[in-house]
């Protein structure tokens, strides 16, 4: 038996990556009976003789697992989101990013379109550049052609295994390409032929880019709140997760209990309103969703 990472699903096969070669698979019987399936991303076990298809015997235990993409172990999510076309907008961003670390997910702002802001625009968008910074985000600025878009995103991908998000028109396919230039000619190719949209034939696969892996689907969507139970939405927002440690109660959600460390570093100044404003709106949704069962 030996380990591996599922690296591709098609038609029912998974692909396990060993020495720089994919070799193809089928999960057991056994997975389906039990309700799981092996995603891409899994650690497995698994065993091939060299000559007929491999089996994946045993999915090891999951770090985390996504929806959408359907993928296990994912450590970051480059979160895209344009300065303008569509406008910069810290609501959605928020979303986003409470959404990703509710999976546990690092987040890494990329801003494209810069190059679209004037001057004022410019300074307006650097105060939540700042804002974002303090808070502990990494934020990385890009533009039309950015010749060192590479160089900038490379450490950041570094023996990690990635996803890219964000709403629609942000630059995310533009992104995908820059970075998977060889995607680009098969999707090229696929979608002449096909006379199909980009994406309409694609199946998950983590692609080796810049020594980490990255899902060639995008996902997320800022929606999926689905999961986060009240009382965990303070650990989504890393300020409020360190300053909450000071609220007098355990479990405070920061609304209406006294001695609230988390209001008073907003009347100080020290959490941005408009990120309480936000908290307290995601708070009242999932308070309002209807229970699950
Ligand atoms: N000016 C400017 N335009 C950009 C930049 N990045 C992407 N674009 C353009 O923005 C448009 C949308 O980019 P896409 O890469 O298709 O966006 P997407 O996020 O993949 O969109 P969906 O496929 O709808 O999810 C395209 O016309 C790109 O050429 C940028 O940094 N500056
Ligand atoms: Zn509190």
Do not use: W
């Not at 023996?159 to 390409?177: F, H, I, M, P, R």
């Not at 001695?259 to 709106?281: D, L, N, P, T």
Request: glycine share 6%.
């Amino acid at each position: 038996m030996a380990k591996a990472q599922i690296r591709k699903a098609l038609s029912g096969y998974y692909y396990v990556e060993k020495e720089g070669e994919l070799i193809q698979c089928r999960g057991r019987g056994i997975f389906r009976n039990r309700g799981e399936s092996p995603l891409v991303g899994d650690f497995v076990e698994y065993s091939y003789d060299g000559e007929s298809d491999g089996s994946i015997d045993k999915i090891l235990e999951r770090q985390n697992e996504l929806v959408r993409p359907p993928i296990a172990n994912v450590d970051q999510a480059l979160l895209v989101f344009s300065a303008k076309e569509p406008d910069f907008n810290t609501v959605l961003l928020d979303r986003f990013l409470v959404v990703l670390e509710s999976f546990q997910v690092q987040p890494i702002i990329i801003l494209t379109k810069i190059d679209l802001l004037n001057d004022a625009e410019r300074a307006h968008l650097q105060t939540y550049i700042d804002d974002y910074k303090e808070i502990g985000y990494e934020i990385i600025e890009t533009y039309i052609d950015d010749p060192t878009l590479l160089e900038k995103i490379k450490p950041f991908l570094q023996e990690k295994t990635s996803v890219l998000a964000g709403q629609s028109g942000v630059g995310k396919s533009t992104l995908l390409n820059t970075l998977l230039p060889e995607l680009d000619l098969k999707t090229g190719i696929i979608s002449k032929s096909l006379g199909r949209g980009k994406h309409t034939t694609r199946h998950v696969e983590l692609i080796e880019v810049c020594g980490g892996l990255l899902a060639d689907t995008p996902g997320f969507s800022s929606f999926d709140f689905e999961m986060i139970e009240k009382e965990e939405l303070t650990s989504c927002l890393p300020e409020f997760e360190r300053i909450s440690e000071n609220c007098k109660f355990r479990g405070c959600l920061h609304i209406k209990e006294p001695k609230c460390a988390v209001k008073q570093a907003v009347e100080a100044g020290e959490i941005r309103s408009y990120r309480y404003e936000h908290y307290e709106q995601i708070l009242q949704e999932i308070i309002d969703r209807k229970p699950r069962y």
